[in-house]
């Protein structure tokens, strides 16, 4: 069993689609984070929800928008992709928001021709 | 300057080697600590936490955190050629800890067997 389990695995798209990538976790844990790693492996937040409630929401445009329909499910829709969207997308969660550590996903790489 | 500073590498020893990897930050509210490994194509995985100051150990590994000095390592010993993959330091923590971790960019170490 999958901890967390994110999907598409592979997403390749050109400028301007829309595209989704979801997002759940049977870990019973209350929050759960987007971050995106670039191509030089650097990892970094975008978002975090605790009990579907939004919590962190770090300088991304607009066009990303997370959405979280119960505690086990964070998706991550994406308007108007652009080609510098083009990245590794992780999925993480975490028992409870502060000190617990996080787990991950094994990501959806995102290709925006 | 980032928040985390972790040289890159790569970094290539020979099967057997004691490996030391380092990460120096600047945010003095950082209290947990962490390190994370990640295969190619996979997710981050969680190896060591340490809250504050202190070692931990954990079969060939090895974590250190000196936060008078603002500096952590992960050490391995007997290193083994299914080590290699890239190590990234992670670190939260204020008083305001929503959760957020702030990365390393992560060394890539190989192990040669």
């Known amino acids: 069993d999958t901890a967390v389990s994110q999907t598409p695995k592979y997403l390749v798209t050109q400028m301007g689609n829309d595209k989704s990538i979801k997002c759940e976790q049977n870990?019973?844990?209350?929050?759960m984070y987007w971050y995106k790693q670039d191509s030089k492996k650097f990892l970094k937040i975008m978002f975090s929800?605790?009990?579907?409630?939004?919590?962190i929401n770090e300088t991304v445009p607009n066009r990303f928008s997370p959405k979280s329909p119960d505690k086990a499910h964070l998706n991550l829709h994406i308007n108007s992709l652009e080609l510098g969207d083009s990245a590794v997308y992780f999925c993480?969660?975490?028992?409870?928001?502060?000190?617990?550590?996080?787990?991950f996903g094994n990501g959806t790489r995102l290709t925006v021709t | 300057q980032k928040e985390v500073e972790q040289d890159p590498g790569p970094l290539s020893v020979p099967e057997g080697a004691i490996v030391s990897l380092n990460c120096t930050y600047s945010n003095s509210a950082f209290q947990y600590f962490m390190w994370y490994r990640q295969y190619s194509r996979k997710g981050p995985e969680l190896l060591m936490y340490?809250?504050?100051?202190g070692n931990k150990e954990d079969g060939r590994f090895t974590a250190q955190v000196d936060k008078s000095s603002k500096y952590i390592s992960l050490f391995i010993r007997d290193s083994q050629p299914s080590d290699s993959a890239t190590y990234l330091c992670a670190m939260s923590g204020g008083s305001s800890n929503t959760g957020k971790l702030i990365f390393g960019q992560g060394t890539t170490l190989q192990v040669k067997p």
């Open positions: 340490t809250y504050s100051s």
């Open positions: 870990l019973g844990h209350d929050t």
């Open positions: 929800y605790n009990n579907k409630e939004l919590i």
């Open positions: 993480a969660s975490s028992n409870f928001v502060g000190e617990s550590p996080l787990h």
